[in-house]
């Protein structure tokens, strides 16, 4: 990844193949192929971080958040899974708040802190309940269940849940609103911002937050906008199909997730020749991509496809994988969550070319720079860069050019906004200003996407790139 040696300031052997009167150069880095250990897209691990041991067989656990955090060993690969620099958690309310007010703070803090040891930001989810698993203060506080016609009798419900029921409750009595929407309030004061949140549920009501339960539209948008208001930094994802899906979408800052996706169950089961059945594929997915409003939503935020059980429960059925991929990015999906489960051997290649197509891919084409300027004096610049992936990056990175002269350095920030950056060419021109504090002689420039602290963060997908994540485009002759 390394560059090769950075040229003195007497250097002229870059000049190579140029006639002595050029003025102007063009730089083609080659394109690099491989995976890039980027922000903020690609595939996740499931409740677990890098380095750790995948759910056995085709099992997951959407109920058991992480809640122990071995110490990190070092070893960030993960066997028969995509490499990753995210990971997706989703614990129960009732687990981080077992009584009321008492917050467990410090699970969600562990789970960062062991993303970021691990290279990776984290998505999050507080599911309502899963079953009755409601906390009990709830009961105890006023909470009413969802009135059904014949209540599901269990003989031990446990700790959790109305006694004696699986009862789910209802969403549009003013308890849930006053608590789990107090809930939602507290963890956004807490963690909103926080640099390694990579975002958050609107997982407002239903079995596991998904349903919406029974929320009526008008409690829905009620919901919704706790989360809009306790979370204004970090990046919302809203469940696809839900009232409250329809009313996040008129904002451009909250994604959408689906979460069964690659469901092409064929069986009729006797009413249907087989085949022909409803599955989310072919009857949901298009259908509440419309219907929701978010056709338009990839461009200004992010869109995440979870499985329907998991690849390798995809692969035993002998579904269409090729078809199912090209639905993902059909739908310009940044994040891809097959739940920690083994990927089959004869599957990887795909999945692995399909995790390098999520979200955005950056290849610089050509680069126009002068072959030499004056120190403080304005410095025209061109740019051609491709997005060969299928959506853009949604942060604020900013463009920059840097100067080295042996160990001085000078970053300049570049008039353009990697956000605008479709899927195809964007072709940008500017000038800036050369950095007077620079010496006489040659500097070499660099090429990155930096953040507020003027560190690349982005990788371009180009040979020649730095350990420090910069990429290095050629030099320049400074007087």
């Known amino acids: 990844m390394s560059e090769s040696p950075t040229s003195t300031p007497n250097d002229?052997?870059?000049?190579?193949?140029f006639s002595p009167d050029q003025t102007i150069q063009r730089v083609r880095p080659a394109e690099d192929h491989g995976w890039l250990p980027n922000p903020h897209r690609g595939t996740t691990t499931f409740q677990r971080f890098n380095g750790d041991k995948l759910y056995p067989g085709?099992?997951?656990?959407?109920?058991?958040?992480?809640?122990?955090?071995?110490?990190?060993?070092?070893?960030?690969?993960?066997?028969?899974?995509?490499?990753?620099t995210l990971s997706y958690c989703r614990w129960l309310w009732s687990v981080l708040e077992p009584r009321r007010g008492e917050?467990?703070?410090d699970v969600i803090e562990q789970a960062l802190a062991a993303g970021r040891a691990r290279g990776q930001t984290v998505q999050m989810r507080v599911q309502p309940y899963i079953?009755?698993?409601?906390?009990?203060?709830?009961?105890?506080?006023?909470?009413?269940?969802?009135?059904?016609?014949?209540?599901?009798?269990?003989?031990?419900?446990?700790?959790?849940g109305a006694p004696g029921t699986d009862a789910e409750p209802d969403h549009n009595h003013p308890a849930y609103l006053e608590h789990f929407g107090g809930f939602i309030r507290a963890f956004g004061e807490r963690f909103?911002?926080?640099?390694?949140?990579?975002?958050?549920?609107?997982?407002?009501?239903?079995?596991?937050?998904?349903?919406?339960?029974?929320?009526?539209?008008?409690?829905?948008?009620?919901?919704?906008?706790?989360?809009?208001?306790?979370?204004?930094?970090?990046p919302l994802m809203s469940m696809l199909g839900t009232p409250g899906c329809r009313h996040a979408a008129r904002h451009r800052r909250v994604g959408w997730r689906a979460d069964c996706f690659g469901d092409l169950h064929p069986e009729g089961l006797g009413r249907v020749p087989d085949g022909l059945n409803w599955n989310h594929m072919h009857d949901l997915y298009p259908r509440e991509v419309r219907d929701c409003g978010v056709a338009e939503t990839w461009k200004t935020a992010p869109v995440t496809l979870e499985t329907c059980w998991t690849v390798g429960y995809w692969h035993k059925q002998g579904w269409d994988l090729d078809w199912i991929l090209a639905q993902g990015l059909k739908y310009h999906a940044s994040v891809f969550m097959p739940k920690s489960s083994s990927i089959p051997d004869e599957w990887r290649d795909k999945i692995d070319a399909f995790d390098r197509r999520l979200g955005y891919r950056l290849v610089v084409r050509q680069a126009m720079l002068p072959m030499a300027a004056r120190r403080g004096a304005s410095l025209a610049w061109s740019l051609t860069v491709e997005n060969v992936g299928v959506a853009p990056l949604y942060r604020p990175y900013r463009l920059a050019l840097r100067y080295r002269q042996g160990d001085t350095a000078a970053v300049v920030a570049l008039d353009a906004d990697p956000r605008e950056w479709l899927p195809g060419d964007a072709v940008l021109d500017g000038a800036t200003r050369v950095p007077p504090t620079l010496r006489p002689g040659v500097a070499a420039i660099d090429l990155g996407l930096i953040d507020a602290a003027d560190e690349a963060r982005v990788l371009f997908a180009n040979q020649r790139r730095r350990d420090d994540r910069w990429l290095a485009l050629t030099h320049i002759e400074l007087a």
């Open 12 to 17: 002229r052997s870059w000049r190579a193949g």
């Open 58 to 84: 085709l099992a997951w656990s959407d109920r058991e958040g992480p809640l122990v955090f071995k110490p990190f060993d070092g070893r960030l690969g993960n066997e028969r899974y995509p490499d990753t």
């Open 103 to 105: 917050h467990r703070w």
């Open 131 to 160: 079953g009755g698993d409601i906390p009990a203060w709830y009961w105890e506080l006023g909470g009413q269940a969802q009135p059904r016609p014949e209540p599901v009798v269990v003989a031990d419900p446990g700790p959790f």
């Open 192 to 234: 909103d911002g926080h640099p390694d949140l990579e975002s958050f549920d609107i997982a407002y009501g239903g079995g596991c937050g998904e349903g919406g339960g029974n929320a009526t539209p008008d409690t829905a948008a009620r919901l919704v906008d706790i989360y809009l208001d306790a979370f204004r930094r970090t």
